[in-house]
């Protein structure tokens, strides 16, 4: 079993940054970090393996959104830049045990969600 906490969610003007933080606790293979706005499905930001640290990103935040990991903290991190509006959702964490990408089905342990806002 592997219990995870995220951190790091706030309000921020259009162009702004955030980094969210998240740890879990266990052996995991690979975390990722999701995103739900009102009314619209929980979709993949961006992920990383845990081992080779290997990442993958969403097309829509690519070249803004950045991960990172510190092994001795088993944290991983999610630098935000230039947030825009359409950036604002609720901010999930997930890990798996076996499996890595940016699909919800992939991940079976999941944070309780920090908020993002963005005005503009």
């Known amino acids: 079993q592997v219990h995870v906490v995220e951190s790091g969610g706030g309000s921020v003007q259009a162009g702004g940054s955030l980094r969210l933080s998240c740890t879990a606790s266990g052996y995991t293979y690979c975390m990722g970090w999701f995103r739900q706005a009102p009314g619209k499905e929980r979709e993949g930001v961006a992920r990383?393996?845990?081992?080779?640290?290997?990442?993958s990103y969403a097309d829509s935040v690519k070249g803004r959104f950045t991960l990172s990991r510190d092994n001795a903290k088993n944290t991983m991190y999610l630098q935000m830049n230039s947030l825009k509006p359409d950036d604002t959702a609720i901010y999930y964490c997930?890990?798996?045990?076996?499996?890595?990408?940016?699909?919800?089905?992939?991940?079976?342990?999941w944070g309780q969600g920090t908020q993002v806002t963005v005005s503009s």
């Open positions: 990383m393996l845990t081992t080779s640290r290997s990442t």
């Open positions: 997930a890990a798996s045990r076996s499996t890595c990408g940016l699909s919800v089905a992939l991940f079976d342990y």
